[in-house]
């Protein structure tokens, strides 16, 4: 349960800058508390806030409770999760919280299939090591009719980016052991300063196509069925 609006609570304020200290405007800061403490999980007190030209923000409303997270984001600059830790927080409380952003690196390329023919609409992702697979916010991207894709504010660090099209799959290499949810191992890259540039083109096999038609036990199609397809990536496929 979500709930908005609180008087009397703590503060939290701060201001938002770069790397270089200079301040960012106009970045979106979301505060979440549970009022009954660490523990409780279903009520939430979000507030949402953003910084001034000078880089400040404050946040209001908000009971006295315990701060889960400060998530920011700005556009040019890598999106922060939470920029504050966890913390117990009281009525009247003024909290400071500083956050630097940082701008970062850019990955660009061409999904191509075995034989170089470009693969237009593939969804590309670079990904950090072991990180799920859907869940790296401003790092995705849709390759363009010729193939070629480019995903701006790449974290700084390794990682690898892969790339999954329809009739096409990431190849898993031989002993290599991922859960459903994982991205197979792509390319490797590392981002190691901002604004760096980095290519990498991928490169995807074609798969096996499986078709069938579902039925129930007096042979009537059953619609909206999910069907898996096990191999060294499961497939959701939906009739």
Known sequence: MLHFGHAG???????????????????????????????????????????????????????????????????????????????DVADGQDVAIAVTLYRGGILEGTVRDPEGN?????????????????????????????????????????GHVGAHADGFYMPVPEGVKIRSWQMPPGVLYEVKEEGQRLTRDVELQRGVRVEGRVVDEAEAPVVGARVWASGNLQQRLYA
């Not at 697979?133 to 974290?155: F, K, L, M, S």
């Open 9 to 87: 609570g703590p503060t939290i304020r701060g201001r938002v800058s770069d790397s270089s200290g200079q301040p960012v405007p106009n970045a979106r800061l979301i505060a979440t508390l549970n009022p009954n403490g660490a523990q409780d999980w279903q009520s939430r007190y979000t507030r949402v806030a953003q910084s001034g030209v000078d880089g400040m923000y404050r946040i209001t409303g908000l009971p006295a409770g315990y701060l889960t997270s400060l998530s920011v984001h700005a556009e040019g600059y890598i999106y922060v999760q939470s920029a504050a830790p966890m913390m």
């Open 118 to 158: 470009p693969i237009p609409s593939a969804r590309v992702v670079a990904a950090l090591p072991n990180q799920h697979y859907w869940n790296n916010r401003g790092t995705t991207a849709v390759a363009d009719e010729a193939g070629r894709y480019r995903i701006e504010d790449v974290p700084l660090g390794k």
